[in-house]
């Protein structure tokens, strides 16, 4: 067993765990954070995905006690003051789901992705990153529709900044 301390969604979070639990476990199970969902054993789908020290990576990979003294961002920590992010504005204007299974994890890759890219992004792009963010029923074209609106947000804003 190991005490860790992980910052999840700005808030520290200290429990004791077994050494295999899986960072996606920590937070189901002990956090009750299940935004972060589990749709393989094979670590191909991308549901679990979350944003670790400010990158993405899939949640059932990572071992919880690898992530102590990390910052996780998680789906339910995307809307600030009742705002949904404009991520998963995009997603609602768009279309971007249908039974919603992938969409945390689809979500906060394209988080990820439009930082990275600083919203620099075309088609071709976002549906090679987002290979490893499976959905078995919109066929991506919404998903990929509003990752673009979103990236595109994301530009508009940053020039305002600029201005
Ligand atoms: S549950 Fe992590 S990749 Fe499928
Ligand atoms: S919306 Fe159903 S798996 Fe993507």
Do not use: W
């Not at 589990?38 to 919880?64: E, H, N, P």
């Not at 920590?77 to 249908?98: C, I, K, M, S, T």
């Amino acid at each position: 067993m190991s005490r860790i301390t992980i910052i999840v969604n700005g808030t520290p979070e200290t429990r004791e765990i077994e050494d295999r639990t899986l960072l996606v476990h920590f937070l189901r199970d002990h956090l009750g954070l299940t935004g972060t969902h589990i749709g393989c054993d094979t670590t191909q789908c991308g549901a679990c995905t979350v944003i670790l020290d400010g990158r993405a990576v899939k949640s059932c990979t990572v071992l919880a006690v690898s992530a102590d003294g990390s910052a996780v961002a998680t789906v339910e920590g995307l809307a600030q003051n009742g705002r949904l992010h404009d991520v998963q504005q995009a997603f609602h204007e768009y279309h971007g789901l249908q039974c919603g299974f992938c969409t945390p994890g689809m979500i906060m890759a394209a988080v990820d992705m439009i930082r990275r890219h600083d919203g620099m992004l075309d088609e071709h792009t976002v549906r090679h990153e987002l290979e490893g963010n499976l959905c078995r029923c919109t066929g991506y074209h919404n998903i990929v529709k509003a990752v673009l609106a979103a990236a595109d947000k994301h530009r508009a804003a940053h020039a305002v900044a600029a201005e």
